[in-house]
């Protein structure tokens, strides 16, 4: 929408204080509708990634006991290119945490026995701006809307624990180890799932949805479809005659 449009919109209207909010990048009008704006700028996409790692390793004095403690963080933040509305740009976060405690005990003869204590964690949070303005889009046209495309603030937290421990021997050219590995994962997230984020699944607005048949009518606030997703996602006590 170009100033033009938003000047011309009447003080109390949910357009004009929409656009107000989340305010459009400068543009020119253009020749064929005064209401439509173009916009020339400059689009940026930013990754910052962070990796470390640290180890530490303690030899008792009696030479047959070694504690390791060792820890690894990788995080990547990457700011995704707007549409024309700089308030709605969003910062996808990927995160993940590695960590280990192991003590090995040497026998004598050379048999080993190692036991190990692991904690591994994905943290991946991609967020929806203005969450609270639902899904507004045009059905004739490709101008772009003060809503975020995105269907859901989705997020997801992956756990692993894992608990090991093994005996090994060795005597001249044979071998034989035994123990145990015990694995848990613990996840808790909130996403869309591969069958509704690709091309042509069924869209899920959760947020609501409005889609107008031209930018007038977005101007008057009358859409002409409506869709809302409830699931348990939702909050609050929603009845039937509220949808």
Request: hydrophobic share 35%; glycine share 8%; no cysteine.
């Amino acid at each position: 929408p170009s100033s033009f449009f938003i000047a011309g919109l009447p003080e109390n209207s949910l357009a004009r204080r929409l656009l107000s909010e989340v305010p459009p990048v400068a543009s020119e009008p253009t020749a064929r509708d005064r209401n439509i704006g173009v916009a020339t700028y400059e689009v940026s996409d930013r990754i910052d990634t962070l990796l470390a790692t640290e180890r530490v390793d303690h030899h008792f004095a009696n030479g047959r006991d070694r504690l390791t403690l060792r820890y690894a963080v990788a995080s990547t933040e990457e700011t995704e290119p707007t549409r024309g509305y700089p308030s709605l740009r969003a910062t996808d976060r990927y995160r993940g945490h590695n960590s280990l405690l192991a003590w090995t005990h040497s026998f004598q003869g050379g048999a080993i026995q190692d036991l190990r204590l692991g904690w591994s964690r994905e943290r991946i949070r991609f967020p929806r701006p203005r969450s609270d303005l639902p899904n507004l889009q045009l059905l004739t046209s490709a101008v772009f809307m003060p809503g975020s495309l995105r269907q859901l603030d989705q997020g997801e937290n992956n756990n692993v624990v894992q608990v090991s421990d093994t005996f090994s021997m060795r005597r001249g050219r044979s071998a034989i180890t035994t123990g145990f590995d015990y694995r848990r994962n613990l996840s808790n997230s909130r996403t869309l799932g591969l069958q509704k984020d690709a091309l042509g699944g069924t869209g899920l607005f959760f947020d609501g949805a409005y889609f107008f048949s031209d930018l007038a009518a977005f101007g008057r606030g009358q859409p002409l479809q409506a869709a809302l997703s409830v699931d348990r996602f939702s909050s609050g006590n929603l009845r039937l005659p509220d949808i």
